[in-house]
């Protein structure tokens, strides 16, 4: 049997900061190494989404003006978008997509709505939060690497977090926490784009994509990835070299 996945990337005209369209390329390239077929729609503003048709779901990060004019289009999906993650559909929302998934965004000048998929919210504050970013994830036992640049703080209340800050800002620049995870939902502030550089990360939401359409037999080969790993231990490193930085940021956040 020749498996398929069929991945929905939402309002990239908008929404696709930093690279986050690369999350797509990943997600293809790492199913076409292993012999299965990936399908990439992509649904432009105002196109009807049909959530039935997709095993994958991401929605990328804009700036506060796009993120107003996404807005109104998910407003007409909204109800069939929590139906999907509900139904363990996979998502990986990006920065402004992550924020789009919580009950609002206060920016600077109005308020936001979301989906109210997960239960959080974020606020402008004027200060950005902007630099490489290290997380230690229950998920995994490499790093996850990435960037952050985001003037919303992010308040996710009883969510369990995507990380803990091992070196970075995170979801407020104080709670020590970055993302969130929800049944099949990854959502974070990481730009770069996240995946390449991840690509535990990028498998992990493969293979539960896999899993919600074949069952918990389909499993992925693994890739050994030499670059991949090459380019997130040189972050990892880096940044704990840097042992004064790293002191300060234990002793904030402990």
């Not at 012999?35 to 432009?44: D, H, R, S, W, Y």
């Not at 690497?145 to 620049?173: C, D, M, Q």
Request: net charge positive; aromatic share 12%; glycine share 10%.
């Amino acid at each position: 049997m020749i498996m398929r996945l069929t991945i929905g990337h939402l309002y990239p005209d908008l929404l696709n900061l930093y690279g986050d369209r690369g999350n797509i390329q990943c997600f293809r390239k790492r199913l076409e190494w292993r012999g299965i077929k990936a399908e990439v729609l992509p649904f432009l503003s105002g196109e009807r989404i049909d959530f039935s048709k997709l095993d994958l779901v991401l929605l990328g990060g804009g700036s506060d003006r796009e993120q107003e004019l996404v807005c109104q289009y998910l407003k007409e999906i909204k109800t069939d978008f929590k139906e999907y993650v509900e139904d363990g559909g996979v998502v990986l929302a990006v920065c402004g997509g992550y924020q789009l998934l919580g009950s609002y965004y206060k920016t600077e000048k109005k308020l936001i709505e979301g989906l109210e998929i997960l239960d959080i919210y974020t606020e402008w504050e004027p200060e950005r939060l902007i630099r490489n970013i290290v997380l230690n994830s229950p998920l995994f036992e490499t790093p996850v690497v990435g960037f952050e640049n985001h003037g919303g703080r992010t308040y996710i209340g009883k969510h369990a977090p995507f990380g803990k800050v091992f070196f970075g800002l995170g979801n407020t620049g104080k709670s020590g926490y970055e993302g969130v995870v929800y049944k099949n939902v990854i959502a974070t502030y990481l730009h770069g784009p996240l995946l390449p550089k991840n690509p535990h990360v990028c498998d992990y939401l493969l293979e539960r994509a896999l899993q919600r359409k074949y069952g918990k037999e389909a499993t992925l080969t693994p890739l050994s990835d030499p670059l991949e790993h090459k380019a997130n231990r040189y972050i990892v490193d880096r940044y704990s070299d840097k042992k004064y930085v790293l002191k300060e940021t234990i002793k904030r956040y402990t």
